[in-house]
């Protein structure tokens, strides 16, 4: 029970503010991230593509984990960002590669602003097939319109300039490591500031139950359009920073299987409290890479495999069994020198509903 | 113009062949299976070992596909599916994309990775000339074969007692098992002929669609597409919906080939905005 000390207002104030604070835990996790520049320089390319992956699962977790939204054509904005990135650079529209990504991810935002009105539409099914549909159409497109996208060979040709004009794409792959990891961070920080905002609390209230939601005056349809369009945002500089750091854009980017896998990594890392996606792309990449060394051809199966044990297992048991593990670092994260939490909610389990 | 609506009608029974049993899923227990064109694909390649490997006839062949996936359709639903309808529509869609995934590998291990091809009989090879269109005769046998089947299922389901079982937990699942009729099995069934008649589907358009291993994701969305197309409400509804996607899909190839697949997305996501319960729903479909 919340122990109601002061005016109400004030109370709600430091509700939202406890929640908001970032636990030791956290800081610790990101701290790590960033020591992995200086000790594991010999896997960068693999680290870059983490967190590519990471930052588009974060963003199939905005509109999952936090409003509900099944979504199965979430490569349709990865797909646009990547090529939105990949064209400002080859015909030099936008050089300067942070200004090229910010400008990849309003194109795809204005894709998935426009689409949200569609999406929003109707019951699960129809989602799942018009969001699916949405991709299949981008994925035609790009097929088509072959002199502008390169077709199936991909889009070739793309000269990356230096990140703020002065750090080169370097053949490690480190420039492009930093580069995705500060990207992610940064992004990260804004989506956790989102939902853990009022607006992100209104979110999970309509996850609930969209119909009460309305009832006790939460503006459903424009909460989730509006979550759709940050959504889409993250996706397109996913995409876009896959072309940067590649330099090469393919119509694998608005793949069925780029959306499903990106879901699969959600899934593994657990959806609803942001760090999932960073999680779970850890653990599918370096089990691709550990499978694709042993079965190198058949490694779809053993992901098909993993996605129907979760499922027949339950998502919610397999979660219990790290319970001691959660309350173990629950009590680390609340830690905090000479203060004792006078809220009974922890800012770790804020986006549990 | 008359030869494309013909290959259009052959391409949209076969359409409804393939999808018929995901429309009774769909409609019947609400349940997302994307995982249905895995059982066309198994058909067409127990139809494939029956008819090369083993040198039995076309037809054989075409029983066998059915009966294999039919099969297989009643073991998975037995051991794996129970477990996955009372869960959530997600849930239902992370487990059948992972039955996908494992059947696309496991037929590549077993098949390998190229396109293959049923031979068919010489009988049904060519074309035959009706009032100046040319028809192939092979497509001529679609439609003879699927349109018998159209009209056998839809005697099953307006007059056998196990038709009115199943509109009757169609239209209120509760109900009809307080009436005691055995839900469950009645749904067991249907899943087993509904991949039965999608492994018919497979192994009679593996000469039109293709037979490979990532078929189940190629033709996903067109299965889906007749369903919520025509609405999970009867049998007759997927019907015209499968045709009229056919007539669309093979039209729009032949007129506006740089648009390719475009056509029949655009109808649907256009279908999905106008009449998000389906084009031939009755006034409250679920």
Redesign the interface.
Known sequence: MVEITQPLPTEIARFLTARARWSLIEIAFWIIAFASIYFLPENYLILTEIVIWALFALSIDLILGFAGVITLGQAAFFGVGAYAAGLMAKHGIIVEPVLALIAAGLVASLLGFLTSFLVLRGSDLTRLMVTLGIALVLHEIANRFANITGGADGLQGVNMAPVLGIFRFDLWGQTAYVYSLIVLFVLFAIARRVVRSPFGLSLLAIKGNPLRAAAIGIGVNWRLVAIYTIAAFYAGIAGALLTQTTAFASLEGFSFNRSADGLLILIIGGTGYLYGGIVGALIFKYMQDWLANITPQYWQFWVGLVLVLIVLIGRERISGWFNPVRRFTERIGNWRPGKASTLGMSPGDGGQP | MLTILFDGIAYGMLLFVLACGLAVT?GLMNF?NLAHGSFAMVGGYAALVIVNNLGMPFAVGLVGAFVFAALLGALTERT?YV??YS?S???????T??????????V??LMGSQQQFIQIPAALQGQIEVAGVGMSKYRLMIIAICGVLTVVLQLILMRSRFGSQLRAAVDDQRVARGLGINVGAVFGITFAIGSGLAGLGGALGAEILGLDPVFP?KY??YF??VV?VGGTSSITAPFMASILLGVADVAGKYYVP?????VI??I??VV??LR?QGLFARGRAR
């Open positions: 769909l997302v794996l477990h996955v869960k529509h997600l849930e239902q869609v992370l487990f994309i992972g039955l996908v995934f494992i059947s696309v590998a496991a590549d291990y994701l996903m969305i889906l597409i919520t740089k648009l390719g697949a475009f997305y655009t649907m996501i999905l905005i998000p």
